[in-house]
């Protein structure tokens, strides 16, 4: 069954300016410009003074969750203009201590003797996204603007080392994310 009309609007926080041209939302605010492009999906978003509206017409079960996707995605874009996303990981090990080294400038990261292994893993981490040691030992935060990118680069900072050919029950080696939020 389609439902005629089904529409949700959010909140403009205060020091956040949107734009949305052709389903393409820019978003600025104190920590920087996102941008998204939500025109695979057939809806409309319109944008008044201290709302923005999104809404579509005649969809089904699929197409009106869509809805409160969208919706979910740009109230992510404004949590990351007004104060930002960091995660936390740590990083366990059994017997091999594990060394992870960030370059200067937090664009890179090299992880050392990961079970023992004599080759280094690097990551390199995507623009918008930085990388950088807490005062807790064998503790790392990822920080940026893009949820997606910050989320992405700790996933990637999670797989590299993933124990092979092991039990997995005994060897739990590896960085793991600690916690996740906004920055404090």
């Known amino acids: 069954m389609r439902v005629i009309k089904s529409s949700m609007s959010i909140k403009i926080p205060a020091g956040v300016k949107v734009k949305a041209i052709r389903r393409v939302v820019h978003v600025s605010g104190v920590r920087g410009k996102l941008k998204r492009d939500f025109s695979h999906m057939n809806i409309d978003i319109k944008v008044s003074p201290k709302l923005v509206g999104v809404t579509k017409f005649f969809g089904d079960r699929k197409e009106i969750a869509a809805v409160r996707t969208v919706c979910s995605h740009i109230e992510n874009m404004f949590k990351g203009v007004t104060t930002g996303f960091c995660y936390k990981l740590k990083s366990v090990y059994a017997h091999f201590p594990i060394n992870m080294i960030v370059s200067g400038d937090g664009s890179k990261l090299e992880i050392r003797n990961f079970l023992g292994e004599k080759s280094n893993k690097n990551i ?15 503790e790392i935060q990822v920080e940026g603007n893009d949820i997606e990118k910050v ?30 939020g906004v920055i404090e």
């Not at 390199?124 to 996204?129: A, P």
């Not at 680069?153 to 060897?171: M, N």
């Open 124 to 138: 390199i981490v995507e623009s918008g996204v930085k990388v950088s040691q807490t005062g807790v030992k064998d």
């Open 151 to 180: 989320a992405k680069c700790a996933a990637q900072i999670h797989q590299s080392c993933k124990v092979r050919h092991k039990d997995i029950r005994k060897f739990l080696d590896g960085i793991y994310v600690s916690s996740k």
